[in-house]
């Protein structure tokens, strides 16, 4: 869907991994290595970014640290975009809302990275989940958004204690606390 809106894979490639998760921030070498593309075109996706101010970008020693500017009028859009496109958006509708008491669901893995993948990966936190209708709804919400999902459910206690121990590495998509 979001390929034939925008023709440019780098462009998209860059747009995951920086609106997805604001954790998320990379340098122009590091960037070529994990997308497998030249330093070129992607220079140019990320000075055009940083030109419309949707990246900031700051200097470290010779290199140039790219990072989303959460505070852009459009970042919120963007991210909802991109979490469409990867089909979190309509997971979350079909699945979360009916397996009992979830308080947070994160993100992990290759997705959370700010790269795309066939998988989606899930952290479930709640207490009185109902493991076989979750897996009953994952079952039929893997068609629908054409991706895989695994997802490990944790209670309360044991989840917020994984949370704080790989909170950068984690994108919190749904909050039921808040």
């Known amino acids: 869907m979001l390929e034939s809106l925008i023709t440019s894979k780098t ?6 991994k920086f609106f997805l998760n604001i954790n998320n921030q990379g340098y122009l070498r590091s960037l070529e290595s994990e997308f497998n593309e030249s330093t070129n075109g992607i220079r140019q996706e990320l000075n ?3 030109s419309a101010g949707l990246l900031l970008a700051e200097n470290e020693g010779n290199k140039k ?3 989303a500017n959460t505070s852009h009028p ?11 496109f990867i089909g979190v958006e309509e997971l979350l509708e079909k699945v ?9 669901v994160y993100l992990e893995g290759r997705i959370a990275q700010g790269l795309d993948s066939d998988v989606i990966d899930l952290l479930i936190i709640g207490n009185e989940i109902n493991r076989a209708y979750l897996s009953n709804l994952v079952e039929k919400a893997e068609p629908l958004i054409k991706k895989h999902i695994r997802y490990v459910v944790c209670e309360e206690g044991k989840g917020k204690q994984y949370v704080e121990k790989h909170d950068k590495e984690l994108v919190l998509i749904f909050d039921y606390t808040a």
């Open 48 to 50: 055009r970014f940083e």
């Open 11 to 16: 462009r998209i490639k860059l747009l995951l």
């Open 65 to 67: 640290l790219y990072r």
């Open 74 to 84: 459009l970042f919120k859009d963007l991210n909802s975009i991109i979490r469409k």
């Open 96 to 104: 979360i809302d009916r397996v009992g008491n979830v308080q947070q």
